[in-house]
């Protein structure tokens, strides 16, 4: 699993420097209901999602597969409930949720379809299931040259396409390795599922993001992420 063996590497790299998530995440607060009931997060990595949850009133458990970053995010909040668990084969009884979340894991997760119908099964009728992912026109190109004026160009969109990439920043390495989708893939299986999609948003990144980084004006020509509320009907 790239996970586990990346899993050090994901800690110093979303707790060093700024990787975007502060760039965006409003954005994806936002979509979200009001705090009811219980939250469950579905790849939760090294909690960060799951601490700013809870410091909105979300009552959470977050579940990832990887044990040592599902240990680590519990280092980081010990009053929090982190659990080793398969987004794809949940624990939990049947409408048990009455939020489900999942930010920037459904592309990283082998059976993504899987994930959404346990995120389905678990939750109570009338509530949400909110997803952030890398938007599909980021994953289907690249700029060229890779400069802050370079133009975008498209060389792959339909079908599902592994990613493996390296990125440095900050003096932490990190290898990414996951999935791209196009936008039909991630609305036919919450489709399937039996959620009706509520919201879409492509958002921008903060003033502040734009403002601090030298290529980041061009990330004002295509979205950088995709974000959805879907509900699952009374």
């Known amino acids: 699993m790239s996970w586990t063996q990346e899993a050090e590497n994901w800690i110093a790299w979303a707790r060093t420097g700024d990787d975007g ?25 090294e909690g960060r999602v799951a601490r700013d949850l809870r410091a909105r009133g979300h009552d959470v458990v977050a579940i990832d597969a990887v044990p040592r970053l599902v240990e680590a995010a519990a280092e980081a909040d010990p009053a929090g409930e ?76 339909r079908g599902r396409r592994a990613f493996d990439e390296v990125a440095e920043r900050d003096g932490v390495v990190i290898r990414f390795v996951g999935w791209c989708y196009p936008l039909e893939s991630y609305t036919r299986a919450l489709e399937d599922a039996g959620f009706l999609i509520e919201a879409i948003r492509e958002p921008l990144p903060s003033p502040e993001r734009v403002a601090s980084a030298t290529r980041a004006p061009r990330r004002l020509r295509i979205p950088n992420f995709l974000m959805i509320r879907a509900v699952k009907p009374a």
């Open 82 to 157: 982190y659990v080793v668990v398969d987004a794809a084969a949940l624990p939990f009884p049947d409408r048990s949720f009455d939020l489900a979340v999942a930010y920037n894991s459904l592309m990283d997760m082998d059976d993504m379809e899987s994930a959404v119908r346990e995120a389905w099964r678990v939750l109570r009728p009338g509530s949400r299931f909110c997803v952030c992912v890398t938007h599909f026109v980021n994953d289907a190109g690249r700029f060229e040259p890779d400069s802050p004026d370079g133009a975008f160009f498209i060389d792959a969109y």
């Open 21 to 45: 998530y502060t760039g965006y995440n409003a954005s994806f607060f936002e979509l979200l209901p009001p705090p009811t009931g219980r939250t469950i997060e579905l790849g939760c990595g």
